[in-house]
């Protein structure tokens, strides 16, 4: 690569990233001021040409990883800058040894949200579960999953800072999360398979049990 061919590299990506600067704040209310129509969105917009795709608003994949960034800033910002995971050497902790390898962690984790309520939805809809069927309501759930990573993640963060009088505040946060993403999960279940608000709940406790199932189940490496 000469250096004209790197310095027009160089400009796009600048572009990109300046790009995400405007583009997540605006994605992100319109994730929370309509999650379901935002969702429906995101399915959609995979029917276009590639080239055509998310113009408007960040790509899901990237709102969830971008999500997870400003959480990782917030944690850093709120504490002493090292993460417990991080400070930690027992069992799996001992490979989370920067910021880096605590962000990639981070986003396996609330990407499993994603990923078993898409494939919850695929199931129950009686379609086969493949790359195919399963990209539209994971992309879906990578939005929906912004606000509910802020909130709960952001949370813990608070609730475990050093100034104890923020511990009621951040579990406030934490549990105001994961009702938002329960109704929301609900609303999104009973539109996208026309079934009953009471097939939905149970769909979506299923779902998110399982989930925090495995995450508890992989906390314990880590201690």
């Not at 399915?43 to 990237?62: C, N, W």
């Not at 504490?79 to 910021?99: E, F, K, Q, R, Y």
């Not at 994603?114 to 790359?131: E, F, Y």
């Amino acid at each position: 690569m000469n250096f004209v061919q790197w310095l027009s590299s160089l400009d796009e990506i600048l572009y990109e990233l300046m790009a995400w600067v405007l583009f997540y704040p605006i994605t992100l209310w319109k994730i929370v001021r309509s999650p379901i129509r935002t969702m429906k969105y995101a399915e959609d917009q995979l029917t276009l040409p590639k080239s055509e795709q998310f113009r408007a608003t960040v790509s899901p994949p990237i709102m969830l990883v971008l999500t997870i960034v400003v959480i990782q800033g917030v944690g850093i910002a709120v504490g002493d800058g090292v993460s417990p995971i991080v400070a930690s050497h027992h069992g799996l902790a001992a490979l989370v040894n920067d910021n880096t390898s605590l962000l990639l962690l981070r986003l396996a984790l609330f990407g499993l949200f994603a990923l078993v309520l898409a494939a919850r939805k695929v199931r129950r809809s009686g379609t086969v579960i493949n790359r195919d069927t399963l990209k539209p309501p994971f992309y879906a759930q990578c939005y929906a999953i912004a606000p509910f990573a802020l909130l709960a993640s952001g949370g813990v963060t608070i609730a475990i800072s050093p100034d104890v009088r923020l511990a009621p505040w951040g579990l406030a946060a934490t549990l105001g999360g994961f009702i938002y993403y329960a109704v929301v999960q609900v609303r999104w279940f009973s539109v996208e398979l026309g079934q009953t608000r009471l097939r939905s709940s149970v769909d979506v406790l299923f779902g998110m049990a399982l989930s925090i199932a495995i995450t508890l189940g992989l906390g314990v490496l880590f201690r």
